[in-house]
């Protein structure tokens, strides 16, 4: 009966997903869904909604005391290890120059804004959803930076001209970190916790002011457009899926999907079980986990095949990534929270 109810508990997490992104796959087949749909539905989503969400997260939690930062620590330690390991096994085994970066991005670099935000507030409830918003802070500029290193670290024919654009691209990049619309989510809702402080309280203990009760036009404006934000990306991230040839791309996908969806999911995950378990290092409870998974055993960021065609590397390899971790993530996903339901870990 307990193994049952774990497999329901697990099913009952990922099959939301997988049937909002299958809808979006089949819409798109039947040409209900355009191209440019997806194109402004993507954009609409990254920009506006998924930042509503983020700050909502942010807002909810009760104050910086509540937040363990230690999880931030180890997660960005995870990401730079995944990031560092992936390196040195492309320049070694992938033979193909163009193919290295795209590889490289794909083993560290998860996406963890559409995906994951929602598979973590599957998994762990508004505990879930606060902590994966508050690692999306960290975690979505330091996998910025690195794609741009992992996209032009192997290039081994650039002239002094390039390596001065290279320079420029990085700064760029540095400057697309800082603007980016989900990170601007978390630093406001992060201001906004850190003005709650300075609020005088009522004599029973409530704030003078609060957004909630006091702006409620746009707290509620902002609460519906994170409402939909992860179900509509799911959807648009299934109508963009694309099964075209894989001819020729068989070893590095099958290399790149493995290292997305397994082998970094065991490293993270694995190793936040091990340090809790038999160290005094971190001590992470079954409220850290689903933000755990959602970060390191999503698919590959649907906007690496997008830079990774900008960058001069095979935009077509990446485009596969994203669609072949996107598959196989359901089944290992589904096979992590399975494991960690049976711990007491979820």
């Known amino acids: 009966m307990e193994i049952l109810d ?22 798109k087949r039947i040409h209900f869904l355009t191209d440019g ?6 954009s609409f989503v990254f920009n506006v909604c998924l930042p509503c969400l983020l700050f909502y997260n942010v807002y909810s939690i009760e104050s910086f005391e509540s937040i363990d930062w230690s999880v931030v620590l180890y997660s960005e330690i995870c990401i730079i290890l995944a990031f560092v390991i992936g390196a040195l096994c492309c320049k070694f085994f992938v033979k193909d120059p163009r193919q290295k970066g795209v590889i490289l991005q794909c083993v560290f670099r998860s996406n963890y804004a559409i995906i994951g935000v929602s598979l973590a507030t599957s998994l762990g409830g508004t505990n879930g959803q606060a902590i994966a918003a508050l690692l ?40 697309g970190v800082v603007t980016n619309p989900l990170i601007i989510g978390v630093v406001i809702g992060l201001v906004v916790l850190g003005i709650r402080y300075a609020i005088p309280t009522n004599s029973d203990g409530s704030l003078v002011f609060s957004l909630e009760r006091d702006c409620k036009l746009f707290f509620k404006c902002v609460t519906d457009l994170a409402n939909i934000a992860s179900p509509l990306a799911l959807v648009v991230l299934g109508g963009m899926f694309d099964f075209s040839t894989v001819k020729g791309m068989l070893k590095p996908i099958i290399g790149g999907t493995l290292s997305r969806v397994l082998i970094v999911p065991l490293i993270g995950i ?34 690496s095949a997008i830079m990774a065609e900008q960058m001069n590397n095979d935009g077509k390899l990446a485009s596969q990534l994203v669609v072949w971790t996107s598959l196989f993530s359901i089944i290992t996903i589904f096979g992590f929270i399975v494991v960690l339901r049976s711990m007491a870990l979820l």
Do not use: C, R, W
Not at 164 to 173: F, M, N, R, V
Not at 275 to 299: G, H, R
């Open 37 to 42: 749909f997806l194109k402004v539905g993507n």
């Open 270 to 303: 694995g190793g936040a079980i091990i340090l809790s378990k038999y160290t005094n290092l971190i001590n992470f409870d079954e409220s850290v986990y689903p933000a755990l998974i959602a970060l390191f055993a999503s698919p590959v960021a649907v906007s």
């Open 6 to 27: 774990t497999f329901k508990f697990a099913l009952d997490a990922i099959l939301p997903i997988i049937l909002l992104i299958l809808l979006g796959y089949i819409l």
């Open 136 to 175: 999306s802070a960290f975690s979505i500029p330091t996998f910025n930076v690195l794609a741009v290193i992992s996209l032009t670290m192997f290039d081994t024919n650039q002239n002094e001209n390039e390596k001065t654009s290279l320079g420029k691209h990085l700064l760029k990049t540095l400057k």
